[in-house]
T-cell receptor, first 115, second 115 residues
Framework: DSGVTQTPKHLITATGQRVTLRCSPR?????VYWYQQSLDQGLQFLIQ???????AKGNILERFSAQQFPDLHSELNLSSLELGDSALYFC??????????????FGPGTRLTVL | AQKVTQAQTEISVVEKEDVTLDCVYE???????LFWYKQPPSGELVFLIR??????QNEISGRYSWNFQKSTSSFNFTITASQVVDSAVYFC????????????FGKGTRLHILP
């Protein structure tokens, strides 16, 4: 058990809908990362938050948004869902930035299926 | 532009054999970070190692070792005396200094360890 929790584990929804994925980092970790893994795009970095602030942005669509709350949990909001958004979404956490010799710990992922 | 190439899509070896997973990267930065991740059949992601571009020392952790060579832009991963539990998809990744923790992943190498 990595100590990172993600809910829900599975999510099935229809095109055009909006969903929220939730991540709770390990106790004491300030950085939260979101990744998307799909058959078409492979593993992609979406966004990173550090202590409540957006720190780095990857290939995140404008239809997607995220935030990190004062208690350090994070939510990834996906709206106007398309079939191509079907993927496994991972959350990871670390004590700080990866440039500082920190490890990353991953949650089990949320599998999103858009029908 | 940064890029990570894992030319080996799939490798099969018999248990106890040594196996090397190749990773070649491209970057214009002089400071960058290289990573390896493991994704076993259960689906979770596991962070294995982070290497700073200034540190070309090879790293060994049990049966795992990493060979970083800036001259060939490679960061190869060797498993010695492979075991069935090593069966997984392995991802090599790169992030550039100044881009914080925005990580670019290779497409992964699927490793089968046959009993």
């Amino acid at each position: 058990d990595s100590g990172v929790t993600q809910t829900p584990k599975h999510l099935i929804t229809a095109t055009g809908q909006r969903v929220t994925l939730r991540c709770s980092p390990r106790s004491g970790d300030l950085s939260v990362y979101w990744y998307q893994q799909s058959l078409d795009q492979g593993l992609q970095f979406l966004i990173q938050y550090y202590n409540g602030e957006e720190r780095a942005k990857g290939n995140i669509l404008e239809r997607f948004s995220a935030q990190q709350f004062p208690d350090l949990h994070s939510e990834l909001n996906l709206s106007s869902l398309e079939l191509g958004d079907s993927a496994l979404y991972f959350c990871a956490s670390s004590q700080g930035h990866l440039s500082s010799y920190n490890e990353q710990f991953f949650g089990p992922g949320t599998r999103l299926t858009v029908l | 532009a940064q890029k990570v190439t894992q030319a080996q899509t799939e490798i099969s070896v018999v248990e106890k054999e040594d196996v090397t997973l190749d990773c070649v990267y491209e970057t214009r930065d002089t400071t960058y970070y290289l990573f390896w991740y493991k994704q076993p059949p259960s689906g979770e992601l596991v962070f294995l190692i982070r290497r700073n571009s200034f540190d070309e020392q090879n790293e060994i952790s049990g049966r795992y070792s990493w060979n970083f060579q800036k001259s060939t832009s490679s960061f190869n991963f060797t498993i010695t005396a492979s075991q069935v539990v090593d069966s997984a998809v392995y991802f090599c990744a790169l992030s550039e200094a100044g881009r914080d923790d925005k990580i670019i992943f290779g497409k992964g190498t699927r490793l089968h360890i046959l009993p």
